[in-house]
């Protein structure tokens, strides 16, 4: 008379609170074992979000600056010459095809600039005083903080616009239209502040005048020490191949030919070690969180060897105590991957906010981060799993409790 | 025509590969019909846990056949065995094994967990299969705030939820006094009244007089059987 038997099964709803038992029991200790996973995950996300968000940065950075700027400077240094391009070498640049603009820089280097004229000699603050074109400020990107740029007028007068920390240095703060500084032994006003610039922090440190007043007054002789060069975007790389022959074709090797940008860029490259670094170290917080859950899931199985011996006599077959216990791990795991995308969710966005950037954080990073918390789960899950299932219905019965 | 027994046991040894050898079970046959009400007594150490759980298909006897609702075990694969046990048997143990952290019903309801029912009809039994046992009263108390003799009353509304073929307690009044004790054993003679086919394991002679039927257990043999002397 032996009817077919019908064979046991675990509805899905009912494995998910089986494996739960565990962990709504022993509330600590989940949260203590799901912290090593979260810590690994969180520190991962973290990093790549912070890296994007950084890079994204750069982009927009970029972007705005353009990377289509050149400086054409003459080397200095022993058998490098002089310091000085050839006089005529802004306009032989500005015959090439692809360039859109050329703007000169003339250092002045016997004048020194002092905020009142007793201070001694010596004490420059190391600023430098530059004539320049009056396209500086737009080839450069750069910005007004406070005051005005030079103009036509202003450049041809004993006027001067400080970068952000010769002003700084010189301890003039805003402008009024009253300050004047020291400047090549007469007294020049100062109508503008600059905000730092991006693309040539050496002029942050510099004293501008216009090309005219400093051959009126400092006797400049407007040789370019420097020449800013914008070209078409599309031809950077062709222009800089001639550039240092157009600029001094007698000795070519005596120019350097640089592209500001690419400084910016290999700042990045250097950020992306670190990130390999950190993403290194949140590899190894998840191993050690991981073999935590391992850790927690064996001591689990021993402490309710009754539990299993129970379920095993209310048809559970070896399969069911086992994925109870996977999911169990699974379910530590998650919660660790979880929080772990939250925390590093969060400290991206404030990280970016305090650094006034967007907040980016790439999607793989957030499904990466949980799917790789739950492979560790089911790592660190499946020998505690197995051996609940293999272990003897009758043994386990036997125990107390 | 004899109907078919619930369970019938042709030979049954079991040995523990332990050195040296345990015997645990000699030799053992018996049948137990559907509707009966069985003890099985004996001192302790003389096989009547091996024998529970060789008749609950818990464990395979080293040799000779089980059979349980028609099943022959040896047939059976784990898998068929671990369903044997979901739809057909009941445990009582003396432990109780009910889940601390869950309510009465809750873990009533466990007794049909692995059947795949769904939780809603699961617990709509067990509220039946409590009120059965008389802790209608005490559907949402956590286990671990029940006596002894109410655990063990939930742990046999546990076993009968499924209406098994066969209920088995291994020393279910051994872990509770007197006044408790002869409740659970009024208890399990009512149920067995109502058709629930019941096999009791007890060192407890007096409980096992009290039963139609006792099989006596020693050194892993049967010594006597009340039912042979019915026949004889
Ligand atoms: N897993 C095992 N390995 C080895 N020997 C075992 C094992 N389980 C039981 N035994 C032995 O088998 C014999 C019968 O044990 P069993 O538990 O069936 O006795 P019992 O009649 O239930 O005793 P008690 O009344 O004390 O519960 C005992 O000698 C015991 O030591
Ligand atoms: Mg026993």
Known sequence: MATTLKPSSLHPRDLGRTATVGLRTRKLRTALSALGIMIGIAAMVGV?????SSKSELLSQLDRLGTNLLTVEAGTGIGLGSGELPEEAAGMIAQIGPVETTTVVSAVAEAKVYRTDYIPEGQTGGISVQAVDLSLLETLAGSVEDGQWLDAATGAYPTTVLGSVAADRLGITEVTGTEQVWLGEQWFMVIGVLEEFELAPDLDRAAMVGLEAAGEYLDDDGVPTRILVRVDPDQVDAVMAVMAATANPENPEEVEVARPTDALEAKEAADDALTALFLGLGAVALLVGGVGIANVMVI??????????????LGATKRHVASQFLGEALLLSGIGGVGGVLLGVAVTTGYAAIKGWNALIPPVAIVGGIGAALVIGAIAGLYPAIRAARMSPTDALRTAG | MKAEPVLSLHNVTKEYPTTPVVRALQGVSFEVNSGELVAVVGPS??????LLHIMGTLDRPTSGEVTVAGHRISQLSDKDMSSLRAHHIGFVFQ???????????????DGLLYTGLPLGERRHLAEEALRRVGMGHRLDHVATKLSGGERQRVATARALIG??????????TGNLDTKSSDAIVELIEELNESGTTIVVITHNREIAEAFPRSVGLRDGRIEYDTSWSEVA
Request: negative net charge; without cysteine.
């Open chain 2, 163 to 172: 209406n098994p073929s066969i209920v088995l307690a291994d020393e279910p």
């Open chain 2, 45 to 50: 150490g003389s096989g009547k846990s091996t």
């Open chain 1, 48 to 52: 790549l979000g912070l890296s994007e």
């Open chain 2, 95 to 109: 432990q109780f094994h009910l889940l601390s952290g869950y309510t009465a019903l809750d873990n009533v309801a």
């Open chain 1, 300 to 313: 689990s199985v021993l402490e309710r060897r009754s539990e299993i011996g129970l379920r095993r006599a």
